[in-house]
């Protein structure tokens, strides 16, 4: 899977405790990504009802922490040039991310 990120999106990230963005990471690698593998965005699998990935016009949702920092991130999905899923980080930080 290929991504990339907006300066935006690298700049919010940066400013993130050290354990927040783990957090992020670890949700990232351990759940969004095998369900990406599975076939959700494609509407093949269900994602991980934990993430609440849900759509707000063209651009997604993902909560990545409930618990301390109400952690969310905004990105956008789409097929690269050989079919594959491409993201692309909007935002990231806390539930005052959302336009």
Known sequence: MRY???AGFDLALAKLPREHRRLFADAVRGHFIPALAA???RGE???????????IGVTCSLTWSF???DGRAL????????GE???TWLAIGYHDIYP
């Open 4 to 6: 990339q990120t907006t």
């Open 39 to 41: 076939g959700a965005h």
């Open 85 to 87: 899923p491409f993201l």
């Open 45 to 55: 699998a269900p994602w991980p009802r934990h993430l609440r990935v849900h759509k």
């Open 67 to 69: 618990a301390g920092p």
């Open 75 to 82: 990105f956008t999905i789409g097929p690269d040039t050989d």
